[in-house]
DNA sequence: GTCTATATGTGGATAGAC
DNA sequence: GTCTATCCACATATAGAC
């Protein structure tokens, strides 16, 4: 029982920090969700702050194995880019929930500077991938590029972030794809 | 700036939840900056609900002229498209700070519905004048556009909110440039 | 309009029994 | 590992004196 609450009680913090914000959700809201007690959180994760570090380790971890899985999976650049996309789409989640990353950026002054510096090796994680994205495109013709790869990448992470908030704010699924249209007509 | 107590508080509260976002400023943050108790402010704004709404307020209208005068100013279109990017740059405030609308929209649960109403409103202002803009610089020839204004217009909010995020997220402006890079260099 | 005082709820966190 | 019980700080909000 002991690793599975452990991950019950990331698996909880995660969907409700993302849908919420780091300021919006507290120890309460996980013990109702898993079905345990407050002091049984704390048990397994002492501080606040320590469960959002756990929380971001694992999310970059999972987004780092799910960009490698599309950039062996796909052969095109622009299907590689597409399926980054879809991934930043279903993060969304109809306009439920933000990507981890997004939802903590707004609440800095009330994170632990561990989570702040994980909050950069996030994106520049994703902007490396980006730009390798972008590389492939650019190298067979499938992605019509408007100026070089790093300069494409920090633009392209910057767009999905904004499309998602959008969309959250108005729980409006379809700003996220008004502001994606420009860069998905750019993949053959 | 600010005459009366009334937009001292505003003043403060803007200042405030645009750094730490909705759920990151409380009345007691407003007491102190302002140098009343925490029931004066009670006096002028009964609830946070209501200070809220009154405060998405006057940043809609005090943008709303702001781009007003921008397009009455600036002759073309890119040099009106590179004023509303100063816009946001200045807003940053060197990484300490994010439009409000950024700064609210990851606490959607949180925020009374007055408010999501008025974040709504804000980002269709903003899309169309950014679609407006684009048009003149599609006229004039003074921006290379990659879609039509609409699309343009969608993506450029988009890409303005999310190079906000990524900035203020880890304090360094320079984050925000990188993004923006891409939509410059499109301007004559 | 501003104050003191207070009500009432919730935040993160701990002690110690089982 | 999980529980009950509790701590203390802080949240929004109100009552009523000056």
Redesign the interface.
């Known amino acids: 029982m002991s690793t599975d609450t452990k991950s019950a009680v990331l698996d909880s913090a995660e969907r409700i920090a993302r849908?919420?914000?780091f300021?919006?959700f507290s120890y309460a809201d996980l013990a109702e969700e898993v079905g345990i007690r407050k002091a049984s959180i704390h048990h397994h994760f002492p501080t606040k702050a320590a469960l959002a570090v756990t929380l971001m380790q694992r999310y970059h971890k999972t987004l780092d194995e799910a960009c490698t899985h599309i950039v062996v999976t796909e052969v095109s650049g622009s299907a590689q880019l597409r399926a980054v996309v879809d991934q930043y789409r279903s993060a969304l989640d109809g306009g439920k929930s933000?990507c981890l990353?997004?939802?903590?950026?707004?609440?800095?002054?009330?994170l632990p500077a561990d989570v702040?510096t994980q909050?950069?090796r996030f994106?520049t994680m994703m902007i490396t991938w980006l730009k390798e994205i972008f590389e492939a495109g650019k190298a067979d013709g499938t992605i019509t590029l408007?100026?070089d790869p790093p300069?494409?990448a920090?633009?392209g992470?910057?767009?999905?972030?904004?499309?998602q908030?959008?969309a959250?704010?108005?729980?409006t699924p379809a700003?996220f794809e008004?502001?994606?249209?420009?860069?998905l007509?750019?993949c053959s």
């Open positions: 849908a919420c914000g300021d919006g933000l990353c997004v939802a903590f950026s707004t609440s800095r002054e009330s702040i909050i950069s994106r408007v100026g300069m494409e920090a633009a992470l910057a767009l999905m972030e904004g499309a908030l959008a959250r704010a108005e729980e700003l008004n502001a994606m249209q420009l860069l007509q750019r």
